[in-house]
């Protein structure tokens, strides 16, 4: 099945600096979410993003499908973005179901 | 954006005993829905595909007879942890899928199990 990766694992932050995560796939996939979960564990969609660039508000994301990567960045980080950031895409086989990746978690200091 | 709500949040529950997972789509019908699991700084784990009218699939590894899942209707998939055993405490959460439109998948707030 197909394999996703994130890097780095662990990011620790100065309050007001910015930061990229990256996610890696390990086959072709027809689109992409990226989700922040949050200290009580509930996963907040930040990006629905097959393809191309996406911006709202501080972050943003693109998405390469054809070299299986995409990017989320993080600016002007805040002690709020602090919790997991995952990747999931869709297994193709026709049921649609996500597999995650394998995370990154972000910590931002004041 | 579309809402899925899980229910309950939370639950403590004594070895031995069953508790029932809820998994709701408000806005939309779901003719599949997906049940994860996640321990304390993994990943989530999915662990079967719900299908609305007919058996739900499990992935590798995930006993069927322990986690029980039924997709009764359009906007409604439950899971029931049967016979709950301490190492069965763990994050549960559920995504929906809309069957009307795109493969953008939607998660509910999750349910913490304990299991005492």
């Known amino acids: 099945g197909i394999q996703v990766e994130q890097s780095p694992p662990d990011l620790i932050l100065q309050e007001g600096a910015n930061s990229t995560l990256r996610c890696n796939f390990s086959d072709s996939v027809n689109n992409l979410q990226w989700f922040h979960q949050n200290p009580w564990g509930q996963l907040i969609n930040l990006f629905y993003i097959p393809s191309g660039t996406k911006q709202n508000g501080r972050l943003s994301a693109t998405t390469v499908a054809t070299e299986r990567y995409s990017l989320l960045y993080i600016s002007s980080s805040q002690t709020t973005d602090s919790g997991v950031y995952f990747c999931a895409v869709p297994n193709t086989s026709g049921t649609y179901k996500y597999i995650f990746g394998t995370g990154t978690r972000l910590k931002v200091l004041a | 954006g579309a809402v899925v709500s899980q229910h309950p949040s939370r639950v403590i529950c004594k070895s031995g005993t069953s508790v029932k997972i809820e998994c709701r789509s408000l806005?939309?019908?779901?003719?599949?829905m997906f049940w994860y699991r996640q321990f304390p700084k993994q990943s989530l784990m999915l662990m079967a595909t719900s299908n609305e009218g007919s058996k739900a699939t499990y992935e590798q590894g995930v006993e069927k007879d322990k986690f029980l899942i039924n997709h009764a209707s359009l906007t409604l998939s439950t899971l029931t942890v049967t016979s709950a055993h301490p190492e069965d405490s763990s994050f549960y959460i559920c995504s929906a899928r809309d069957s009307g439109s795109r493969t953008e998948a939607f998660f509910g707030q999750g349910t913490r199990l304990t299991v005492v």
């Open positions: 806005d939309f019908q779901a003719t599949t």
